[in-house]
């Protein structure tokens, strides 16, 4: 069993950064793979990008590709989702996710994982 809690939400004017951070609770974290989704207002929850859990192998998604940067301590249990040069439409509640499957990190879906956190709100103003 695996708990998660997403912390580093809030705030912030587009094109400034903000910096995910998600706490994992139980001894095979390390061999998780990992996933930020982002759940805007009447929108699916889509996936932002995952990594595997060697660190080695990470995704992002074609709008966040270039601007956000996945990162994951296994010594520390924790993910990080940092966000740069926000935009307005990053504006969503985003969600840390975590699996011991090995699904395609580039088609996953939320299908693909198991565990879940409550989520932390973003809101880039324009």
């Known amino acids: 069993q695996v708990q998660l809690v997403e912390s580093g939400g809030g705030l912030v004017q587009a094109g400034g950064s903000l910096r995910l951070s998600c706490a994992a609770s139980?001894?095979?974290?390390?061999?998780?793979?990992m996933a930020w989704f982002r759940q805007a207002p009447g929108k699916e929850r889509e996936l932002v990008g995952n990594?595997?859990?060697?660190?080695?192998?990470?995704y992002y998604a074609d709008s966040v590709k270039g601007r956000f940067t996945i990162s994951r301590d296994n010594a520390k249990n924790t993910v990080a989702l940092q966000m740069n040069s926000l935009k307005p439409e990053d504006t969503a509640v985003y969600y840390c996710?975590?699996?011991?499957?090995?699904?395609?990190?580039?088609?996953?879906?939320?299908?693909?994982?198991?565990?879940w956190g409550q989520g932390t709100q973003v809101t880039v103003s324009s």
């Open positions: 990594i595997r859990w060697s660190g080695g192998f990470t």
């Open positions: 996710a975590a699996t011991p499957r090995m699904p395609s990190l580039r088609t996953s879906s939320t299908n693909d994982y198991d565990y």
């Open positions: 139980g001894r095979t974290f390390s061999s998780y793979t």
